[in-house]
């Protein structure tokens, strides 16, 4: 089994950046892929970045790419979503969820953080 808590989001302004946080423990995280999901209200909940567990490589939405990334700490156990050129377009609660290599579905989720940019 595996836990995941994130943490960052908030309330802030077109433009802005801002920073999530999920931290995991349980399982062993060699053996699994990180990453973030979002919902936004009346959306179905959407793919955002995803990272393998030495870092080589990432994913990302096209809605996101070049102002998103998604890093991760295997000290801490940790992963981050650095978001900069926030959008309004970007409000949505936050997931952090986690799968194993090679699998399609994400087993594993956080309960979320919300994240409000006002324009």
């Known amino acids: 089994q595996v836990q995941l808590r994130e943490s960052g989001g908030g309330l802030v302004q077109d433009g802005a950046s801002l920073r999530l946080s999920c931290a995991a423990s349980?399982?062993?995280?060699?053996?699994?892929?990180l990453g973030w999901f979002r919902q936004a209200p009346g959306k179905e909940r959407e793919f955002v970045a995803a990272?393998?567990?030495?870092?080589?490589?990432?994913a990302y939405a096209d809605s996101v790419k070049g102002r998103f990334t998604i890093s991760r700490d295997n000290a801490r156990n940790t992963v981050y979503l650095q978001m900069n050129s926030l959008t309004p377009d970007d409000t949505a609660a936050y997931y952090c969820?986690?799968?194993?290599?090679?699998?399609?579905?994400?087993?594993?989720w956080g309960q979320g953080t919300q994240v409000t940019v006002s324009s």
């Open positions: 969820a986690a799968k194993f290599r090679g699998a399609q579905e994400w087993p594993y």
């Open positions: 349980g399982g062993t995280p060699s053996n699994y892929v």
């Open positions: 990272i393998v567990y030495n870092a080589m490589s990432t």
